[in-house]
């Protein structure tokens, strides 16, 4: 059984910065590639972020670019969520997810789920 643990969630500032991790249960290795993605109250769970098995490729949401960064610390068995500048529409639950045999930007290709974390961005 897989296991994917978020965490760093919080409240921040209008553009400030914040970290979210997810530690997984075993080897980084053992999935072709770890996702981040979001949903905030009545919407539709979105994707953000992934990097794929040996970290060398990565794939953002278009409207995300250049403000959020995906990496991956394997001897941790850990991905990170980078997220600068942030605005209140960036405001969601952050879910973790492995994928075991596609790197993709859809979620059905996506087989682990982490139980989210919470990003609140207000003043």
């Known amino acids: 059984q897989v296991q994917l643990v978020e965490s760093g969630g919080g409240l921040v500032q209008p553009g400030g910065s914040l970290r979210v991790s997810c530690e997984a249960s075993?080897?980084?290795?053992?999935?072709?590639?770890m996702g981040w993605f979001r949903q905030a109250p009545g919407e539709q769970r979105e994707f953000v972020a992934s990097i794929s098995w040996g970290g060398r490729n990565t794939h953002y949401a278009d409207s995300l670019k250049g403000r959020f960064a995906i990496s991956r610390d394997n001897a941790k068995n850990t991905v990170y969520l980078q997220m600068n500048g942030l605005k209140p529409e960036d405001a969601a639950v952050y879910y973790c997810a492995a994928a075991a045999s596609t790197h993709s930007i859809e979620a059905r290709f996506f087989d682990y789920w982490g139980q989210g974390t919470q990003v609140t961005v207000s003043t």
């Open positions: 075993r080897s980084l290795f053992s999935f072709n590639a």
